[in-house]
C-alpha cells in the first residue's frame, strides 16, 4: 500500500509513509530514540527492548524499531515510565556484562558505554559480573570473540546468515542459557568463517574484534636490526580520518605517510603498486585463457575468470563451492604480491637481508590477517607479509604514538613503490578491480582507451549487488585479432550473499557467455571492509568510495600498464613478463578445496 499516515509524536503531527517504523519517523523528524539491535544494514530484530516508546492505547510500551505506523498514532518517546523502562534494560544487560571499560577494545566506541552514560547509569542496579563465563576465543587469526561482553542483539547473527548468507553463527539454547556460538560451540578458526569481519563492524560492544598484532609491531620498529616497512591500502587511507573525528569522505594519504614515518616505519610504500602489477598479471591471465578457448579449442580452460583479490572472497568459494575454484585467477592479491616482491627485488635492490626484512600490510579487512598466515604464502623463502594491520588497529597506533593524524603534514611515499596509478586507487571500491582491468585489457587488446569519458566505466560503479555490462572489441591489434567483434562481458557483485547469487547463476549455466567476474567479500567492495572504522552504514561507505574517486581522478596515470615502476620491475627483474616464470612463482598461488564439512 501507498499514501502516508498522519502521526502524532511527543504532540507534534507529521505525515509519514506508510509502514514506516516509529523508529524512521522519529529520526525522519530529529527525534532520537536509543537502540542497541537496531543497525541500518540488517533486517528488524527487536531484540533489545531499549527503544521502547508509548503509544496510546496500547497496554505495553512498544520497540520503536519493529512497530510499523499503518494508521494514526500518538507516540511519546520520554514519558516517565519510558526512561524507566529503558533505565532498567541497560541495567539488566550492564548485570551480565563481565569487564572494564578501560581495558576493552572497544572503549569509548562502544555503543552500550554510550547508553549507559546517556541513561546516568552510575552504579550497578542489579549487581555485576565479576568473574568471565566464556573463555575467550582466540583461535583465529582474524576475529576474537569475547562472548563474556556479548549483549545478544544477534547482530552478528544477522550479519552473517542475513548480510553475508555465511551462517557460522546463531543464538544457542533458550531463555537465562542463551548464547551466541558456532556450530557444536566449536572454535572460529575450526568452522566455515570466511573472516570477513563484518560481524565486528557492526558488533555493539567488545565482544568481537580483530586479532591485533600492534604489540608484535612496536618491537620490531623498536628493534634496531630489523628494517620495518609498511604498505598501505587506499581504503584504509580513505577512512583512517574517522577515527580522528573527521567526517567520512576526505582521505589522508599524505598525512598517513607523515605519521607513519614518525611512528618508526623505515619505508612506506604504495599497495597501489601491487595492485598495478596485479592487473598486469590477472589480466594475461585472462587473455591467455581466451586465447586457449577461442583460438586453441582448450575446452579445459575454466571461464569466466573470477577475482582473487578478496581472501574472504577466496575462503568463501574454498568453502562453499570448491567445484569452482580453477575459475578463480591465480594471481595473488595486492597485498601479497607487495610481500614477495618486497622480500626479493626490494632486498636485492636496497642490500637489506631478506631476514632482517619485517613486512606490515595496512589493510581495511580482517581477512587480510588469514590470507598473510595462509601455508602457500612463503614464496620468498620467507613469510611474505608478516603482519596484517586493520584501519582501527593503525590508528590505534598513531594515538600512542602521540600524533594527531589531521595535523600531519602531506609526504610522499618512499620510492621505487611510491608511484601507483589511479587505477589501482580504485580497487578499494567494488566495481574498481573491474574498472582497472578493462582500463587496462581494451587498451592491450585494441590499443585504444576504453570507450568511456574520462576514464569513468560507470557500468562498473555503484552499490548494486550484482551488475552485468559489457563492452564491445573490435578493430583489435594484430596480435589480438581473435577477439575482434568479441562483445566482452563482465559481472561485478560485493558481499557474499550476492556472490551466492553470481555461483548459483554459473551452476545454472547463466554466464556461460561471461568472460570476467569481480567480487568482494564486504558490502562495498574494501571501503566496507571488517577491519574499517566503526560505526559503518551504506551512507558512510558511499563518502569513502567518493572520496576514492575524487582522489583517482587527481593522479597523473591512470592505467596500471602505464605506471614506470611497474615497467621497471619488469624489465630489470620480472624478465619474462606477466604469467612469466619468476612472476608465476612469486605472484601467483593456488587454493584449497575445503568444503563444509565439519570434523
Known amino acids: 500500500m501507498g499514501g502516508t499516515v498522519t502521526v502524532e509524536i511527543n504532540e507534534k503531527k507529521v ?37 521502547v516508546v508509548d503509544v496510546e492505547g496500547m497496554r505495553t510500551l512498544q520497540t520503536a524499531c519493529s512497530f510499523p505506523i499503518t494508521s494514526p498514532l500518538k507516540i511519546k518517546t520520554s514519558t516517565p515510565m519510558v526512561r524507566k523502562a529503558r533505565r532498567h534494560i541497560i541495567d539488566l544487560l550492564l548485570s551480565e556484562h563481565y569487564g572494564e571499560c578501560y581495558s576493552c577494545v572497544r572503549n569509548n566506541n562502544c555503543e552500550l558505554q554510550a547508553l549507559a552514560k546517556e541513561y546516568g547509569v552510575d552504579s550497578f542496579t542489579f549487581g555485576h559480573v565479576d568473574k568471565p563465563v566464556f573463555e575467550i576465543d582466540k583461535s583465529s587469526p582474524s576475529v576474537i570473540r569475547d562472548m563474556n561482553k556479548c549483549v545478544l542483539c544477534k547482530r552478528c547473527v544477522r550479519t552473517c546468515i542475513d548480510l553475508q548468507e555465511v551462517g557460522v553463527l546463531e543464538a544457542i539454547d533458550r531463555g537465562g542459557k542463551t548464547h551466541i556460538g558456532t556450530f557444536y560451540d566449536k572454535a572460529l578458526a575450526d568452522v566455515i568463517c570466511i573472516n570477513c569481519g563484518q560481524c565486528i563492524n557492526r558488533c555493539p560492544t567488545g565482544a568481537l574484534h580483530a586479532n591485533d598484532p600492534s604489540d608484535d609491531i612496536w618491537a620490531a620498529i623498536d628493534d634496531p636490526k630489523k628494517h620495518v616497512v609498511i604498505q598501505t591500502a587506499p581504503s584504509p587511507r580513505a577512512a583512517i580520518g574517522e577515527e580522528f573525528g573527521q567526517a567520512p569522505g576526505k582521505s589522508f594519504t599524505g598525512e ?23 592487473i598486469m598479471e590477472e589480466g594475461t591471465e585472462l587473455l591467455n585463457r581466451l586465447k586457449a578457448a577461442i583460438v586453441d579449442k582448450d575446452e579445459s580452460v575454466k571461464l569466466p575468470q573470477f577475482t582473487s583479490c578478496s581472501p574472504g572472497w577466496v575462503k568463501y568459494i574454498e568453502h562453499f563451492y570448491p567445484e569452482y575454484i580453477d575459475h578463480l585467477s591465480t594471481a595473488k592479491s595486492p597485498q601479497q604480491m607487495f610481500g614477495a616482491v618486497i622480500k626479493t627485488f626490494y632486498a636485492q635492490e636496497s642490500g637489506v637481508n631478506s631476514e632482517d626484512i619485517v613486512t606490515v600490510a595496512l589493510m581495511p579487512c580482517s581477512a587480510k590477517k588469514f590470507e598473510c598466515n595462509r601455508p602457500e604464502m612463503n614464496d620468498s623463502g620467507f613469510k611474505d607479509v608478516d603482519y596484517g594491520l586493520t584501519t582501527r588497529e593503525m590508528a590505534k597506533m598513531i594515538r600512542e604514538a602521540g600524533i594527531n593524524l589531521p595535523e600531519m603534514p602531506k609526504t610522499h611515499f618512499d620510492y621505487p613503490f611510491g608511484d601507483a596509478s589511479g587505477a589501482g586507487l580504485i580497487f578499494g571500491a567494488t566495481g574498481g578491480v573491474m574498472e582497472a582491468a578493462l582500463r587496462t585489457a581494451y587498451e592491450l587488446v585494441t590499443g585504444r582507451e576504453v570507450p568511456f569519458e574520462n576514464l569513468r566505466i560507470e557500468p562498473c560503479r555503484g552499490f548494486q549487488g550484482v551488475k552485468q555490462a559489457s563492452v564491445k572489441l573490435e578493430n583489435c591489434l594484430e596480435k589480438f585479432n581473435f577477439l575482434e567483434g568479441v562483445e566482452f562481458k563482465f559481472v561485478v557483485a560485493h558481499g557474499t550473499a550476492n556472490a551466492k547469487i553470481v555461483m548459483e547463476m554459473l551452476k ?23 577491519g574499517q572504522p566503526i560505526p559503518t552504514s551504506e551512507v558512510i561507505r558511499t563518502a569513502r568510495a567518493k572520496a576514492i574517486y575524487e582522489e583517482e581522478e587527481s593522479l597523473p596515470i591512470r592505467k596500471s600498464h602505464e605506471n614506470p615502476h611497474v615497467n621497471y620491475i619488469y624489465q630489470k627483474f620480472l624478465t619474462e613478463g606477466p604469467c612469466g616464470h619468476l612472476s608465476h612463482k612469486l605472484l601467483h598461488t593456488h587454493y584449497t578445496k575445503r568444503g563444509k564439512f565439519i570434523s
Open 15 to 51: 505525515s509519514v509513509p506508510f509502514g514506516t517504523t516509529i523508529l524512521e519517523a522519529c529520526k525522519e523528524n530529529q527525534v532520537h530514540i536509543p537502540t542497541l539491535c537496531h543497525h541500518p544494514d540488517l533486517c528488524i530484530a527487536g531484540a533489545c527492548r531499549v527503544c
Open 256 to 278: 598517513l605517510n607523515t605519521a607513519l614515518r614518525r611512528i618508526g616505519f623505515d619505508k612506506v610504500f604504495d599497495t597501489n603498486f601491487t595492485a598495478d602489477l596485479t
Open 508 to 530: 545454472r549455466g547463466e554466464l556461460n557467455d561471461v568472460h570476467f567476474v569481480e567480487i568482494m567479500a564486504c558490502p562495498g567492495g574494501c571501503i566496507g571492509g571488517g
